[in-house]
């Protein structure tokens, strides 16, 4: 891979004309391969460093195949500069995704392509939650829960403590946020 400059000359006892030719050699598979791996809701981003050898300046469009992975849409690289292009993978539900980043040199049709794979992992906590409350009397607790994605969605509500308890699923339109109320009733005193 690489770019390959050449001249033609053609010249007979009439004319001369020379030609400047030069030949771009993509690589037929990927540079380089990144794996992402990150609990859903959290971003990871990786700086992927492009190196600019030549004595131009790079403008490079940049393509990113697959689901939530994110960066800039244009690069600049000076002559002989190395510039980090920050990739960011975020997913919103536990999946494990392919891709390619493509990085494409507008002056000569170079090509810097990437493989990507992206993990998404059980999600952490939203929130750590204290409710403060008295025994025997029932404390009411608003919880937002958010719909991060494109279609409705219905959750089923459980817990591990008999003391707590509510409605039994909730339903959420895309894109929305909805209060849950958490009805608390403690039996006895202490933390649970």
Not at 15 to 37: Q, T
Not at 59 to 68: D, R
Not at 124 to 144: P, R, S
Request: hydrophobic share 35%; proline share 9%; glycine share 6%.
């Amino acid at each position: 891979p690489g770019r390959y400059p050449c001249k033609i000359l053609l010249t007979s006892r009439y004319d001369v004309r020379l030609y400047c030719i030069e030949g771009v050699v993509n690589e037929e598979r990927p540079e380089a391969r990144f794996d992402f791996e990150t609990p859903a809701f959290e971003a990871l981003t990786q700086n992927i460093p492009i190196n600019n050898e030549t004595k131009n300046e790079w403008k490079c469009q940049v393509t990113i195949e697959g689901e939530w992975f994110h960066g800039p849409p244009i690069l600049y690289v000076g002559p002989g500069e190395t510039v980090d292009y920050p990739l960011t993978f975020k997913p919103i539900l536990e999946c494990e995704i392919m891709g390619r980043l493509i990085l494409q040199n507008e002056a000569d049709g170079m090509e810097h392509i990437f493989d990507i794979k992206g993990i998404g992992k059980r999600p952490l906590a939203l929130e750590y939650i204290t409710v403060d409350c008295q025994v025997g009397e029932v404390t009411n607790k608003h919880i937002i829960v958010p719909n991060y994605t494109p279609s409705i969605l219905t959750f089923k509500v459980s817990s591990d403590l008999p003391i707590v308890w509510g409605n039994p699923d909730i339903t959420i339109d895309p894109d929305n946020t909805v209060p849950y109320i958490l009805h608390v009733c403690p039996w006895k005193r202490g933390i649970f």
